[in-house]
């Protein structure tokens, strides 16, 4: 079965700093993973995904993550923060191996920017 | 297009009432989920369907919640009594199965039950 980890549940970092968002993924199946950002009082957006194709994959907002598969990770990075990156984020796994549609997510990381 | 459309965005009610939570998912979308979110158990999956179809209701947390998806433009969840610890924020998301299952969300809304 699928499952997502999500290391750090709050991330801070100063305006202007490297963001890293940790999460590993366990799947039987080659994944689908996504990452999601959900801003105050808002639904979750897609930010990027991957699915395959390249294993660095850019999403919205200058975000990118990198598919390791020796590692079963996919952390999101961004070289420097903005106040508005503070949010929360979620790392999402499709539950190929069970066919069903759903997406398993991590229990998030809230990401924290001081000016 | 106009993305995942919730209705209301705001609910407020006194314990006992019924509540009704609508959702339109993007047209052309063949999944159907319904979420959960709260400070103390994050995002949870109450139900979801495939082609208007109930795949999976073991989310769904009492007899006092049901959903139906009459046709493939409308959904509601409905809380009947509803009690004061179901306030929360309800999303609704939608996918298309020819995809990679990446889902769509709504805005939400948020319950209060007094």
């Known amino acids: 079965a699928q499952s997502v980890t999500q290391l750090g549940s709050h991330v801070s970092v100063s305006e202007g700093a490297l963001v890293l968002l940790r999460c590993n993924y366990s799947?039987?199946?080659?994944?689908?993973l996504f990452w999601y950002v959900q801003y105050p009082n808002q639904g979750l957006q897609l930010l990027l995904k991957y699915t395959s194709a390249a294993t660095l994959v850019k999403g919205i907002n200058g975000f990118e993550a990198e598919f390791k598969k020796s590692e079963t990770s996919f952390h999101l990075t961004k070289p420097s923060a903005h106040m508005s990156d503070a949010a929360e984020y979620f790392c999402a796994v499709s539950d190929l191996s069970g066919n069903t549609g759903k997406l398993i997510f991590g229990q998030g990381t809230t990401l924290q920017v001081k000016p | 297009d106009a993305g995942v459309i919730q209705s209301p965005r705001h609910e407020v009610t006194e314990m006992g009432q019924e509540v009704t939570l609508r959702c339109k998912p993007i047209s052309g979308h063949d999944y159907l989920f319904w979420y959960r979110q709260t400070m103390m158990r994050g995002l949870e999956l109450l139900i979801y369907?495939?082609?208007?179809?109930?795949?999976?209701d073991s989310g769904m947390p009492e007899d006092r919640f049901s959903a139906k998806m009459p046709n493939a433009s409308f959904s509601t969840l409905k809380i009947q009594p509803s009690e004061p610890r179901d306030s929360a924020v309800y999303f609704c998301?939608?996918?298309?199965?020819?995809?990679?299952?990446?889902?769509?969300f709504g805005p939400g809304t948020r319950l209060t039950v007094t």
């Open positions: 369907f495939n082609n208007n179809v109930p795949i999976d």
């Open positions: 799947s039987s199946v080659p994944p689908y």
């Open positions: 998301a939608s996918s298309f199965s020819g995809g990679v299952y990446e889902q769509y």
